[in-house]
């Protein structure tokens, strides 16, 4: 283990970006980079190289910065799930174990919101990089794969250690803790992980990252048996599945 630092980028209007560093060395590692100039940026000013860019999925909010970051780091490594244009990258697939100049990441197939996404796991670290599978108090919309896929995905992510710190793709607590609230009407539960989340908000302008364990009790899209959505999910006689699909239906008309 070597001590890592994660800075957080903020990118378009809610994206996140990853730049993952130590202070023994010049490398340094990307994550989903959108926006190159403020990622050059922080690098210039870190005095680091970029050795490595990790795609999670093909979406263009994840990827768009990747060309001008090859054109300022012509040697980076692109890790992708699947082909970025014309662009020559290392594709990454389901059990994949990389290693890199910083750390390890194992690569686990997260279909779903996209057909291609994964999601990054360093396990020394404790650290989780969920893409658009996993949000605060969430899940990813469905764009190209079945509500069984979706909830699979998740799944597996429910099955990682409790000490993970989860880093994921976009700052939409905000409008998932309502949500939350809509359906689920005065819950003694919602209202602690609301008071957490709001003082995380206030304190650091933003909600990320999170502890997967704290999330295991309070988010009923990656446990259908928490805390907060039990009861609920009990009185409607619904399955794990059919609470998820229920749950994730309802959230796309919201
Ligand atoms: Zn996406």
């Known amino acids: ?33 959108a926006e190159a100039e403020i990622i050059i940026d922080s690098l210039k000013q870190k005095k680091l190289d970029l050795d490595y860019i990790f795609i999670t999925h093909h979406h263009k909010d994840h990827t768009s910065g990747v060309l ?7 040697k ?33 197939s997260t279909p779903g919101h996209t057909l ?30 079945t509500f069984e896929q979706m909830h699979h995905s998740l799944q597996k992510l429910f099955n990682l250690p409790d000490e ?47 502890n997967l364990g704290e999330e295991k009790k309070c988010n009923p899209f990656l446990n259908q048996e928490c805390e907060l959505g039990i009861e609920f999910k009990q009185r409607n006689n619904y399955s794990n599945s059919e609470f998820f699909r229920y749950l994730r239906e309802r959230k796309d008309n919201y």
């Open 1 to 33: 283990m070597q001590n890592l630092s994660v800075e957080i980028i903020n990118q378009l209007s809610d994206n996140y970006s990853y730049l993952i560093f130590n202070n023994n060395n010049s490398s340094s590692i990307i994550i989903d980079p």
């Open 164 to 210: 993970m710190k989860v880093f994921c793709g976009h700052e939409y607590t905000k409008n998932n803790l309502k949500f939350l609230e809509y359906i689920f009407k005065n819950n003694i539960i919602l209202e602690k992980t609301k008071n957490k989340i709001l003082k995380d908000l206030n304190s650091k302008g933003r909600s990320i990252p999170f």
């Open 116 to 145: 291609d996404h994964i999601v990054l796991c360093d396990y020394n670290n404790n650290l989780l990089f969920a893409g658009d599978v996993l949000f605060r108090l969430g899940c990813g919309r469905i764009f190209e794969g």
């Open 68 to 74: 001008n970051l090859l054109k300022e780091y012509p």
């Open 76 to 108: 980076v490594k692109i890790f992708s799930p699947s082909e970025l244009n014309s662009l020559s990258i290392n594709k990454i697939s389901d059990g994949d174990i990389l290693k890199t100049s910083l750390n390890e990441f194992n690569i686990l």
